[in-house]
């Protein structure tokens, strides 16, 4: 080992350390900020690492300098200039987007590699050693390629740019797709047997496998596909550290692909799905449809924000659900205004968070955070659940499927099994919605037939900004 | 390095990160994926390899600068969506007062 050498592992290492300590960090709220900047610290170190690692050795080239700038600065500049921009209720997508963009590089990477076999890689290549560098570039392209378009599907579906279709739902899917896993696995093996131009191939059909799996599942199951393809891009970068004999991507995408399937998993319970189910279920609407979809609403009771508001007035505690209709309709703020009127006439106002709110566990956290909601109001499913039958009035803002009682009542609901929030046993329970649609999961929701709920139609914006009129001429909240 | 020595690090680069998470609130589940996210773009260091080696190849060092582009995309964008997320949270406390 010369200098070079040494100093590129010591950076190395320390880059592994820093970068565990980060993902570690990132599974606490008091240190996940800062554990969010020491892993970017140690991207940085790791590039530093690496570009001293050249220069100490073979040094870099003037063009390869300034395609090493060029790409940098175009990449950097799209993605600090989209973080910014993008509203906090894209955020599912957005990450998405981010991901599908890393699988894309390994696939480069892997590409780049197998056209032109880079000269190092050249010298003494036995058999053995082929070998191994034609299966890490067909994984990384493989992989790489699955979660590129995997994750652009995934963005346009939560855009609703792209609608499930229906021949996606029925069994000829899953035909289609072992016809493009089958041909990726004939491409690998004509490209292990020396055939080079098969790897466009392999491109073409792993490409076509994203889509192709991607696109029968629904909107409500998105958040665990994004994340499997976060940990699929985390399999792609290790690929990659293979193809260029790197371990340091090697430890990095392995952690990435080992920490995104835990993920994945603690989502998948949150949502009482199994990933099998996910994955080759197709959409819950499709299943359902047999099952409860017979079910008529009979007994709905519609009122008005005038009635909404004077029932809040006489409440002492109040728990709000929030779902993601609030987040598409972008009122956690005005939310916000109705909540603070109420605390300052003395009322408890708490916010009742079922796990898979809004689109992405978490999501709701954030959109919430974003509107000055104090943390501490914030509470989850199972500490809020017992509070249900003290509570005087509770507010459902644009969820549905997360207070289905079906869940807890009728075993031949598909939503069977699934927590939800209790908001029936409240003594009443207002719903605000735009109309009598149903959820994500198409299931109709036996809440909406109780007689303790009055549903308040209309855009969860515009009826919380009239309720704020109305509280006003109540005079709540003024002194 | 050796084939094997890198299949050690890879099994033990799973087992670290299949670690690293046990206990998660669900809140910072969203943070937490887009954090991991960001560090996937680490496949940056490999585009960096396949310029730095691209010599003369311009068509491959168009590819790696690509590459990169797509890596660092993922990186920087990873990272502050991260942060803008996780600042809403520290907010918090401070504003109390």
Redesign the interface.
């Known amino acids: 080992m010369n200098l070079p050498e040494i100093i590129n592992f010591v950076i190395d290492l320390l880059a592994v350390l820093l970068l565990a300590l980060g993902i570690k960090g990132l599974s606490k709220v008091k240190s996940a900020r800062d554990a969010n900047r020491l892993a970017a610290f140690a991207m940085l170190l790791s590039v530093l690492g690496l570009l001293s690692y050249y220069l100490g050795t073979s040094g870099i080239a003037i063009q390869s300098w300034i395609w090493i700038i060029i790409g940098s600065i175009i990449g950097s500049c799209f993605g600090a200039i989209l973080a910014k921009k993008v509203p906090m209720t894209a955020m599912p997508e957005t990450v998405a987007l981010f991901n599908g963009c890393g699988g894309m590089s390994s696939l480069l990477v892997a590409l780049g590699v197998a056209i032109f076999p880079i000269s190092s890689s050249l010298e003494n290549l036995d058999f053995f050693k082929s070998l191994i560098n034609d299966v890490s570039i067909s994984v990384s392209i493989f992989v790489g390629a699955i979660t590129f378009t995997g994750s652009i599907v995934a963005m346009a579906k939560l855009q609703g740019w792209l609608s499930t279709p229906g021949w996606t739902q029925s069994k000829v899917r899953h035909f289609v797709n072992i016809v493009f896993a089958v041909a990726s696995l004939i491409a690998f093996f004509d490209l292990i047997n020396g055939n080079t131009s098969s790897i466009w191939l392999l491109v073409i059909v792993s490409s076509l496998l994203g889509i192709g799996v991607t696109l029968p599942i629904g909107g409500a199951d998105m958040p665990v596909v994004i994340s499997l393809l976060n940990s699929y891009s985390g399999i792609a970068a290790a690929a990659a550290g293979f193809v260029v004999d790197s371990q340091l991507l090697i430890v990095a995408g392995a952690m990435v692909g080992a920490a995104g399937l835990i993920l994945t998993q603690v989502m998948c319970k949150g949502m009482n799905r199994s990933l099998v189910s996910v994955l080759f279920g197709g959409s819950l609407s499709a299943q359902s449809t047999a099952s409860s979809g017979s079910g008529e609403y009979t007994n709905i009771t519609s009122c008005s924000v005038e009635e909404c508001a004077l029932t809040l007035e006489a409440a002492n505690k109040v728990i709000i659900v929030p779902g993601y209709g609030l987040a598409v309709a972008q009122a956690q703020h005005t939310l916000r205004e109705v909540t603070k009127k109420l605390e300052q006439n003395g009322i408890e106002v708490v916010y009742a968070i079922h796990p898979v709110a809004g689109r992405m566990p978490g999501h709701m956290n954030v959109l919430l955070a974003e509107a000055d909601v104090p943390y501490e109001q914030l509470k989850e499913m199972d500490l809020v659940n017992p509070d249900f039958p003290a509570t005087d009035v509770v507010l459902v803002l644009g969820a549905n499927d997360v207070v289905n009682p079906q869940a807890k009542n009728d075993t031949s609901s598909p939503l069977y099994g699934m927590p939800v929030l209790d908001v029936q046993e409240a003594r009443t329970v207002f719903v605000i919605k735009r109309g009598m649609s149903a959820g994500y999961s198409g299931i109709k929701n036996d809440l909406f037939d109780m007689p303790n709920t009055s549903m308040v139609f209309g855009d969860a914006k515009k009826v919380l900004n009239d309720l704020i009129g109305e509280l006003k001429d109540l005079g709540v909240g003024e002194k | ?1 050796s ?1 094997i020595s ?1 299949l050690w ?10 670690e ?38 311009l ?35 401070s ?2 007062k």
């Open positions: 390095m084939f890198l690090v890879l099994l033990l680069g799973s087992l670290l990160g299949l690293l998470i046990g206990k998660v609130p669900p809140t910072l589940h969203t943070p937490l994926m887009s954090g991991a996210n960001a560090i996937s773009g680490i496949t940056m260091l490999a585009a960096l390899t396949l310029i730095v080696k691209a010599g003369e190849n068509t491959l060092l168009i590819i790696g600068s690509v590459s990169l582009g797509f890596a660092l995309f993922n990186v920087v964008g990873g990272f502050f969506v991260t942060d803008r997320m996780l600042a809403m949270f520290s907010r918090k406390p504003n109390k």
